[in-house]
């Protein structure tokens, strides 16, 4: 069997294994959802009131067989009601997807186009001044965390300038990509930092690596201009690491990056699922974790597809 008819055979019981820990997690936060969704209101209910909206939510039986259903109807397609919008799970997601997998696309995009070129020229000016800089960025940018990052952004913008960056109602790109970019570059900016100075580091000790090698060295006791060794026969193979550390960051962006949505008020699948988890939507935070794990599991499978796109020495069958 080789190795991606096994990681094709493995995502089901994976994503059993989330279901079945999301599922219990949920339930163990103190408070129901009747209560959390209604607040004070939720006191004036009468017993026949509360019974009927608990079986109106599927949450009146036990957790076994709220598990059942909820399971078989995930198989179906529906991953059940959200208390807190007052309509399908799946509905809500793929609302809030777009704005998520956007802001993670435009993060990488800005992380490589400043980490890959920093880390570049920090190896080929190993120890030097230069490269002592580079590296002393990279290390205030993955020590900056992200929502300290954005409140900084937001007041230097505010105090020095006198603008603030683009808030209200989310514009999608489809409507008026001016307004969606107003809106997503300041937050693509504060994820893409961090992001940008771990591709920093990470590139400039896989290129340390490759330059070493004896091919590099023949390269240029053959009289290869240093750029061409540097970017077509040093960097191709220096990119994997890299390329891992994508494949987890992106993951991880596509789970929403809450701390930067909720700052700059950004209705990604991030904020949706702390606001569902506040307000003990089980249907909403058991589809919405289910969702995002199914796209990591999907990313580091096209990450190891590109392991042997950039090294065909790589098989899948060998892994």
Not at 106 to 133: F, H, K
Not at 147 to 160: N, P, Q, R
Request: with cysteine.
């Amino acid at each position: 069997m080789s190795y991606l008819t096994r990681r094709l055979v493995t995502f089901p019981l994976v994503m059993v294994g989330v279901s079945i820990l999301v599922f219990v997690s949920i339930r163990m936060v103190p408070g129901d959802s009747i209560t959390a969704m209604l607040g004070t209101e939720a006191g004036l209910l009468t017993p026949q009131q509360r019974q009927a909206l608990a079986e109106y939510f599927g949450i009146d039986r036990g957790w076994l067989a709220q598990y059942w259903h909820w399971l078989t109807g995930v198989l179906q397609g529906d991953m059940g009601l959200s208390v807190t919008y007052g309509k399908p799970v799946l509905d809500v997601i793929l609302e809030r997807f777009p704005l998520t997998l956007q802001l993670a696309l435009m993060s990488m995009v800005v992380a490589l186009a400043v980490g890959l070129p920093a880390g570049v020229y920090a190896a080929t000016r190993n120890e030097r001044p230069s490269d002592l800089i580079v590296r002393i960025v990279a290390m205030i940018g993955q020590s900056t965390p992200s929502f300290v990052l954005g409140l900084l952004i937001i007041y230097v913008l505010s105090a020095g300038f006198g603008i603030l960056p683009t808030m209200g109602e989310y514009v999608p790109i489809w409507v008026d990509p001016l307004a969606n970019l107003g809106q997503l570059i300041f937050p693509s900016l504060t994820l893409g930092f961090a992001f940008a100075a771990a591709v920093t580091r990470i590139s400039r000790s896989a290129m340390l690596d490759v330059l070493g090698d004896d091919y590099v060295r023949t390269a240029r006791s053959k009289g290869v201009p240093a750029r061409k060794v540097i970017w077509r026969h040093a960097l191709p193979n220096a990119l994997i690491p890299v390329v891992t550390l994508c494949g987890v960051e992106f993951g991880y962006l596509l789970g929403g990056a809450v701390l930067v949505e909720q700052i700059y008020a950004l209705p990604g699948l991030g904020r949706m699922v702390l606001e569902a988890i506040l307000q003990r939507d089980y249907a909403m935070v058991q589809g919405a974790v289910l969702f995002i794990a199914f796209n990591f599991m999907i990313v580091n499978l096209l990450v190891d597809l590109a392991y042997v796109a950039l090294d065909p020495r790589i098989r899948m069958e060998e892994r």
